[in-house]
């Protein structure tokens, strides 16, 4: 799956057949990443049976039974804290995280665009082999910068592993009451934490929310988003069967077959359409709900005629 996945993201994120300009990382090329590393350290550290079962660790079994994962994961945050904010980068200094460019920060930070997350990229991709166009080129006038780097794939597995823990929640309590006040808590910690790294400011604090650095607060905060988000679902689909899921519930048949066909008809239309000489948020709001809605229905017509593609 890591392989196929990864071929795949290498396929979908190169339109230019030149090997010297060969994008190395993409999206999902870090999920292939994230996958591989979740599926190495479940394999290697998990239990073989659920040793708390009738102890006093019961409640929380799901955490206490994977101790060696928590740890591993905690490792992980803190690999990335230390490369974040302790790598020297060259002309840049230490825990600089903003955009950098020719506009950016005045000028001062130049070629320093992500600070650490940017220059081990720079330095083991090269600058050829990275997304050339990132969202920060147009408005801070930065070069080349991927937003799904080596750095930020560190914190992509353990947004994974977080994951991981609320399919645990639902192997390991089997009633909705216990299922329901896990996820819960986790996603009030979860986010409460990403919150306060933030400084519950839209750009601030200790750590900014960025998905472009995938921040420590960003994945919190999205890991806590999932859990509320999940516990709602299963609330009104599982326990009160108000709603079956539909019609979101046919993409996720075939996910990758409609991220790849999406990723490949964007910008043509019918799935994308612009008017240049009205472009605003609501012609782009249309083009966007017009193109999901087609993606949908041919997901649904795939449902129905028993077509699924699988990795």
Request: glycine share 10%; hydrophobic share 45%; with cysteine.
């Amino acid at each position: 799956r890591f392989l196929i996945l990864f071929c795949l993201g290498i396929i979908i994120s190169n339109d230019d057949p030149n090997l010297s300009k060969l994008r190395i990382p993409g999206v999902l090329q870090r999920l292939a990443a994230s996958y591989l590393a979740i599926s190495v350290m479940h394999l290697s550290l998990a239990p073989k049976r659920d040793r708390n079962a009738d102890k006093v660790f019961a409640p929380v079994r799901e955490i206490v039974n994977h101790w060696a994962e928590w740890l591993v994961a905690l490792l992980l945050v803190a690999l990335w804290t230390c490369l974040t904010f302790s790598l020297r980068v060259p002309h840049c200094g230490r825990g600089y995280l903003g955009p950098g460019g020719s506009y950016g920060d005045e000028g001062n930070y130049s070629n320093c665009t992500g600070g650490a997350a940017g220059y081990i990229d720079r330095l083991i991709f090269q600058p050829d082999h990275i997304y050339p166009h990132p969202t920060c080129m147009k408005l801070y006038g930065t070069g080349h910068y991927d937003p799904e780097g080596i750095l930020g794939t560190v914190t992509s597995i353990v947004l994974a592993f977080l994951g991981m823990h609320a399919g645990r929640v639902f192997l390991t309590h089997r009633e909705d009451r216990p299922r329901l006040k896990r996820l819960l808590l986790a996603g009030l910690l979860t986010g409460a934490l990403g919150t306060a790294l933030a400084g519950a400011k839209q750009n601030g604090g200790l750590i900014p929310i960025n998905k472009n650095l995938w921040s420590l607060s960003y994945i919190l905060v999205m890991a806590g988003t999932g859990y509320l988000l999940l516990s709602l679902c299963y609330f009104v689909i599982d326990v009160k069967k108000l709603w079956m899921g539909g019609p979101f519930v046919y993409p996720g048949m075939n996910s990758i077959l409609v991220y790849v066909g999406h990723e490949l008809c964007d910008g043509h239309f019918p799935f994308a359409y612009s008017w240049p000489d009205e472009a605003n948020h609501a012609n782009a709001l249309a083009s966007s709900l017009i193109g999901t809605t087609l993606w949908v229905s041919i997901a649904y017509y795939l449902y129905i005629i028993d077509f699924f593609v699988k990795v």
